[in-house]
């Protein structure tokens, strides 16, 4: 039986977590976060909801969907509470609950974690050729979307910035081995 | 008196829950009984209030107790409190010992309650150990000199000075800059009441100034304190003034003569300039100019000379050199102000790469009639009035990035801004909070006001000050970005002027200041009263004390209460005419000292000195602090310090180790 409360849950579930508590609501987090117009709540607004034990509003939310991990929030805030972690751990609560409204948030982060998993880094080429084609395979044969999507490449190709060699990082049995441990964590039941 | 004979009573305090919460303090009492000599162990709700007291006085008389072990909280606390209870019974005070069982037991291990309890045992054996050892000392009586130390010459400075002096004693007061004055004579106007800060300090300034029972040493600093209470003595160095201030009139011909203009960082915030010769404002107390070395031409070049050449009365010269004033005085008063926290340390905020990012000091500026724009609120190229300003709140303060404390007068004067800005301009004002503090007197009445005069509040902490536009309405502007917590939108507010409420912080030298004078700095770098509460001005160190923001941050009303505080706390000494020091001293046996003198430089209080007749060394009673060094030192053992001497500490050492577990008499008691 689990008398933890849901934001005891995400306080444990996050390193640094405990400091959830002291936040002031001043709002530097959502007034300094590149994503929080189209948040439907800032951080400070999920903090609230937290405290307030809303469960169902913060996992149906698309605030931890629209985080960047940019951690301009978590730099600024002034209580130091880890606020791009607690993302990353309601993220998680919200997959494991199978509960969030952003489906193509969490098709997205898998073929990218694939390519981490497998080479030690994101190739930017091969995950816009694997979500598209898994999970988005109607934008293909939709010539505006299509065009766009060609000239946004071919920008970033100018820029050097789409590979289109995958490339492997040294060593990556260690961070394989960092990453099994990680998904060990994350399977203990603090997500369940 | 043979160790049969001695009488131990032990009593062990409840402290309501505070100990009792978490340690079984009639165990605590009743395993006592198994510690030698102990004839009478009691437990009691409170042992300070007057009943725990009694029970003290009551049971000396009836058990002819010989000595008395309390077992409550720190000695800072309540020591005073029980050993004088102990004399009231007819015993001497040094007679009595005190275990700390609250923040060494129950307050540190409030989950362990069978260890705390144990522990709190061990600490009452311990004491009782010692306290069979304590011998009977008398306390010393020194004179009090009348004459006080004030340091700082802020507005806490001042009233101080202004109380002892008129209470007929004299006052040094020292102050670093040129003038006494502090960051109140840089004010334009004073929340709530909007009076003019000048116009209400500088005739204190005046009085402080022309009091005969007050000595002005300005542009000075004190470099050593030694001594004790009643009996300090100071060493200030003034700093060579270059004009000599018997001759000069104050007529100001050297300063409008001087060809070097500086940007004047320290009165005008860096918005001003002074010539290398000046007078900080015009008000200054006193009215002589001084010569900044670091800029007047003469000492770059060895040319110029325009102000000794101008000077009607001959006052300047060029050679004067630092003098070391040495100062005899009974009390000090430590009033050494704040220093404004320095925005560039928030990147994010633009000042320093915005021109129109100010601080608030320097809006301070711009708004004083006297000040660089004779009062006009324009923008930094002297010209533009904005139509729109944003006031920033908590710049620095309530951060854990820089300072978690909350300045306490930034609310407050972020208002007065928001009205002047609204009195004298047509523009829109935007103040950005977390939370509005207005809590004395008259400030939420002004919060109302400026509610009504119509100026915005939005509700968030401001996360970056940009002059990237996304909108044509932008251009030009700076845009304050922030969340509006209370709408739970972010908000892009373009403005023409931001003004950060910067916060208050312990000045840069804080503690290296505290430690001439013997006094802590907590965590916040502010000066440590000696009670939060109920003794707010004093220090742990006799004889000095503290007032105004150098104790931590506080407006003017509060600054200037604690100035009064303090030199009531000063009378009340001088008026005692002699103190008692305590007799906790190192005393020398004569008959073994091999005169080596290792002490005598060991000495941190130079309270040893060297009797070359007898060939030892000998301690100054008055002096000695009880500090422990010099017995530690010799290396023929022939130091003792009165109530440490090395039976007593191991006895307290015994007590420590027995163990508690052990329910049987340790050594036999007599039982009543």
Same mark, same amino acid.
């Given at each position: 039986?689990?008398?933890?409360?849901f934001?005891?849950?995400?306080?444990?579930?996050?390193?640094?977590?405990?400091?959830?508590?002291?936040?002031?609501?001043?709002?530097?987090?959502?007034?300094?976060c590149?994503?929080?117009?189209?948040?439907?709540?800032?951080? &400070?607004?999920?903090?609230?909801?937290?405290?307030?034990?809303?469960?169902?509003?913060?996992?149906?939310?698309?605030?931890?969907?629209?985080?960047?991990?940019?951690?301009?929030?978590?730099?600024?805030?002034?209580?130091?509470?880890?606020?791009?972690?607690?993302?990353?751990?309601?993220?998680?609560?919200?997959?494991?609950?199978? *509960?969030?409204?952003?489906?193509?948030?969490?098709?997205?982060?898998?073929?990218?974690?694939?390519?981490?998993?497998?080479?030690?880094?994101?190739?930017?080429?091969?995950?816009?050729?694997?979500? *598209?084609?898994? *999970? &988005?395979?109607?934008?293909?044969?939709?010539?505006?979307?299509?065009?766009?999507?060609?000239?946004?490449?071919?920008?970033?190709?100018?820029?050097?910035?789409?590979?289109?060699?995958?490339?492997?990082i040294?060593?990556?049995?260690?961070?394989?081995?960092?990453?099994?441990?990680?998904?060990?964590?994350?399977?203990?039941?603090?997500?369940? | 008196?043979?160790?049969?004979?001695?009488?131990?009573?032990?009593?062990?305090?409840?402290?309501?829950?505070?100990?009792?919460?978490?340690?079984?303090?009639?165990?605590?009492?009743?395993w006592?009984?198994?510690?030698?000599?102990?004839?009478?162990?009691?437990?009691?709700?409170?042992?300070?209030?007057?009943?725990?007291?009694?029970?003290?006085?009551?049971?000396?008389? %009836?058990?002819?107790?010989?000595?008395?072990?309390?077992?409550?909280?720190?000695?800072?606390?309540h020591?005073?409190?029980?050993?004088?209870?102990?004399?009231?019974?007819?015993?001497?005070?040094?007679?009595?010992?005190?275990?700390?069982? +609250?923040?060494?037991?129950?307050?540190?291990?409030?989950?362990?309650?069978?260890?705390?309890?144990?522990?709190?045992?061990?600490?009452? $054996?311990?004491?009782?150990h010692?306290?069979?050892?304590?011998?009977?000392?008398?306390?010393?009586?020194?004179?009090?000199?009348?004459?006080?130390?004030?340091?700082?010459?802020?507005?806490?400075g001042?009233?101080?000075?202004?109380?002892?002096?008129?209470?007929?004693?004299?006052?040094?007061?020292?102050?670093?800059?040129?003038?006494?004055?502090? /960051? !109140?004579?840089?004010?334009?106007?004073?929340?709530?009441?909007?009076?003019? $800060?000048?116009?209400?300090?500088?005739?204190?300034?005046?009085?402080?100034?022309?009091?005969?029972?007050?000595?002005?040493?300005?542009?000075?600093?004190?470099?050593?304190?030694?001594?004790?209470?009643?009996?300090?003595?100071?060493?200030?160095?003034?700093?060579?003034?270059?004009?000599?201030?018997? =001759?000069c009139?104050?007529?100001?011909?050297?300063w409008?003569?001087?060809?070097?203009?500086?940007?004047?960082?320290?009165?005008?915030?860096?918005?001003?300039?002074?010539?290398?010769?000046?007078?900080?404002?015009?008000?200054?107390?006193?009215?002589?100019?001084?010569?900044?070395?670091?800029?007047?031409?003469?000492?770059?070049?060895?040319?110029?000379?325009?102000?000794?050449?101008?000077?009607?009365?001959?006052?300047?010269? #060029?050679?004067?050199?630092?003098?070391?004033?040495n100062?005899?005085?009974?009390?000090?008063?430590?009033?050494?102000g704040?220093?404004?926290?320095?925005?560039?340390?928030?990147?994010?905020?633009?000042?320093?790469?915005?021109?129109?990012? #100010?601080?608030?000091?320097?809006?301070?500026?711009l708004?004083?009639?006297?000040?660089?724009?004779?009062?006009?609120?324009? =923008?930094?190229?002297?010209?533009?009035?904005?139509?729109s300003?944003?006031?920033?709140?908590?710049?620095?303060?309530?951060?854990?990035?820089?300072?978690?404390?909350?300045?306490?007068?930034?609310?407050?004067?972020? =208002?007065?801004?928001?009205?002047?800005?609204?009195?004298?301009?047509?523009?829109?004002?935007?103040?950005?909070?977390?939370? !509005?503090?207005?809590?004395?007197?008259?400030?939420?009445?002004?919060?109302?006001?400026?509610?009504?005069?119509?100026?915005?509040?939005?509700?968030?902490?401001?996360?970056?000050?940009?002059?990237?536009? /996304?909108?044509?309405?932008? %251009?030009?502007?700076?845009?304050?970005?922030? %969340?509006?917590?209370?709408?739970?939108?972010?908000?892009?507010?373009?403005?023409? !002027?931001?003004?950060?409420?910067?916060?208050?912080?312990?000045?840069?030298?804080?503690?290296?200041?505290?430690?001439?004078?013997?006094?802590?700095?907590?965590?916040?770098?502010?000066?440590?009263?000696?009670h939060?509460?109920?003794?707010?001005?004093?220090?742990?160190?006799?004889?000095?004390?503290?007032?105004?923001?150098?104790?931590?941050?506080?407006?003017?009303? @509060?600054?200037?209460?604690?100035?009064?505080?303090?030199?009531? +706390?000063?009378?009340?000494?001088?008026?005692? +005419?002699?103190?008692?020091?305590?007799?906790?001293?190192?005393?020398?046996?004569?008959?073994?000292?091999?005169?080596?003198?290792?002490?005598?430089? !060991?000495c941190?209080?130079?309270?040893?000195?060297?009797?070359?007749? @007898? $060939?030892?060394?000998?301690?100054?009673?008055?002096l000695?602090?009880?500090?422990?060094?010099?017995?530690?030192?010799?290396?023929?053992?022939?130091?003792?310090?009165?109530?440490?001497?090395?039976?007593q500490?191991?006895?307290?050492?015994?007590?420590?180790?027995?163990?508690?577990?052990?329910?049987?008499?340790?050594?036999?008691?007599?039982?009543?």
């Amino acid at each position: 039986m689990n008398t933890q409360t849901f934001f005891d849950r995400v306080v444990e579930a996050t390193p640094g977590g405990e400091r959830l508590s002291r936040c002031l609501q001043c709002g530097s987090c959502g007034g300094s976060c590149p994503s929080g117009a189209d948040m439907d709540h800032t951080p &400070r607004g999920i903090f609230a909801l937290l405290d307030g034990g809303f469960e169902e509003d913060v996992l149906s939310s698309n605030t931890p969907w629209y985080c960047v991990s940019c951690y301009a929030c978590t730099t600024r805030c002034p209580q130091q509470i880890p606020i791009t972690d607690i993302m990353y751990t309601l993220k998680q609560m919200a997959i494991h609950r199978g *509960h969030y409204e952003h489906p193509h948030a969490a098709k997205f982060s898998e073929p990218f974690i694939g390519f981490v998993e497998q080479r030690g880094r994101s190739f930017e080429a091969g995950l816009a050729t694997r979500y *598209h084609l898994f *999970h &988005r395979p109607r934008d293909f044969f939709q010539p505006m979307q299509f065009f766009k999507m060609g000239m946004m490449g071919a920008n970033m190709m100018r820029h050097n910035r789409l590979p289109l060699r995958p490339k492997t990082i040294r060593e990556l049995d260690e961070l394989q081995a960092i990453l099994n441990e990680a998904k060990a964590i994350a399977d203990q039941e603090v997500y369940a | 008196m043979s160790e049969n004979e001695k009488r131990v009573g032990v009593y062990v305090c409840h402290c309501g829950h505070n100990i009792a919460g978490t340690v079984d303090v009639e165990h605590v009492a009743e395993w006592a009984y198994n510690l030698p000599n102990v004839i009478i162990s009691r437990d009691n709700k409170f042992m300070c209030a007057s009943t725990g007291q009694e029970q003290i006085e009551e049971d000396v008389k %009836e058990f002819n107790l010989t000595h008395v072990v309390v077992a409550s909280c720190s000695p800072h606390m309540h020591e005073k409190t029980f050993r004088n209870a102990v004399e009231r019974s007819g015993l001497n005070p040094y007679l009595f010992e005190m275990a700390n069982i +609250r923040e060494h037991a129950s307050w540190v291990h409030p989950d362990d309650q069978d260890g705390a309890t144990s522990k709190a045992k061990a600490l009452v $054996s311990a004491a009782v150990h010692r306290v069979l050892h304590h011998e009977e000392l008398t306390p010393m009586q020194v004179e009090i000199r009348p004459e006080v130390l004030i340091v700082g010459g802020g507005v806490a400075g001042i009233q101080a000075a202004l109380e002892v002096a008129e209470a007929g004693h004299h006052v040094y007061l020292v102050e670093r800059e040129p003038s006494i004055g502090g /960051h !109140m004579a840089q004010l334009d106007k004073t929340f709530p009441t909007l009076d003019c $800060s000048a116009c209400i300090l500088t005739p204190k300034m005046f009085d402080a100034g022309s009091h005969p029972n007050i000595t002005l040493l300005t542009y000075a600093e004190v470099e050593q304190v030694d001594g004790y209470v009643g009996n300090f003595t100071v060493r200030v160095r003034k700093k060579a003034k270059m004009v000599h201030e018997d =001759l000069c009139t104050g007529c100001g011909t050297c300063w409008e003569k001087c060809p070097k203009k500086v940007i004047d960082t320290v009165f005008e915030s860096g918005l001003g300039y002074r010539k290398a010769i000046y007078r900080p404002f015009p008000q200054a107390v006193p009215k002589y100019p001084v010569i900044d070395v670091e800029t007047c031409i003469y000492y770059d070049t060895g040319k110029c000379r325009a102000c000794e050449k101008f000077c009607p009365t001959d006052a300047i010269d #060029f050679e004067m050199q630092d003098e070391i004033v040495n100062l005899e005085v009974g009390n000090i008063i430590v009033a050494t102000g704040y220093d404004l926290f320095d925005p560039r340390r928030i990147p994010q905020y633009g000042y320093g790469r915005h021109e129109n990012v #100010f601080t608030s000091m320097e809006f301070e500026r711009l708004v004083n009639a006297a000040g660089p724009s004779d009062g006009r609120v324009v =923008l930094r190229d002297g010209e533009t009035t904005p139509q729109s300003v944003a006031i920033i709140h908590c710049v620095g303060s309530r951060d854990k990035n820089y300072n978690g404390h909350c300045s306490a007068i930034c609310c407050m004067y972020s =208002l007065k801004f928001a009205h002047l800005v609204k009195e004298r301009t047509e523009a829109e004002v935007y103040n950005f909070y977390i939370d !509005m503090r207005t809590i004395a007197k008259g400030y939420e009445e002004f919060y109302d006001r400026v509610l009504e005069e119509g100026a915005h509040f939005i509700r968030g902490k401001v996360s970056e000050i940009t002059d990237a536009t /996304h909108a044509s309405e932008e %251009e030009g502007k700076l845009v304050v970005v922030a %969340e509006d917590t209370l709408i739970g939108k972010q908000r892009r507010v373009p403005v023409d !002027m931001v003004i950060l409420a910067v916060a208050m912080e312990p000045r840069a030298d804080a503690e290296e200041v505290a430690h001439r004078f013997g006094i802590g700095c907590g965590d916040t770098g502010f000066f440590t009263e000696r009670h939060p509460k109920l003794d707010p001005v004093a220090t742990v160190t006799e004889g000095v004390y503290i007032a105004g923001a150098c104790q931590g941050p506080k407006d003017i009303p @509060d600054a200037v209460a604690q100035g009064s505080a303090a030199a009531a +706390r000063v009378l009340s000494v001088i008026s005692q +005419r002699e103190v008692a020091l305590e007799p906790v001293r190192a005393t020398i046996d004569e008959e073994h000292c091999s005169g080596c003198r290792i002490c005598n430089t !060991m000495c941190p209080y130079h309270a040893i000195d060297f009797i070359e007749a @007898d $060939s030892v060394s000998r301690v100054n009673p008055a002096l000695c602090k009880g500090c422990g060094t010099c017995v530690a030192a010799c290396p023929s053992q022939v130091i003792s310090g009165a109530h440490f001497t090395f039976d007593q500490l191991i006895a307290e050492i015994d007590g420590i180790m027995v163990d508690v577990n052990i329910d049987e008499p340790l050594v036999a008691a007599e039982m009543v």
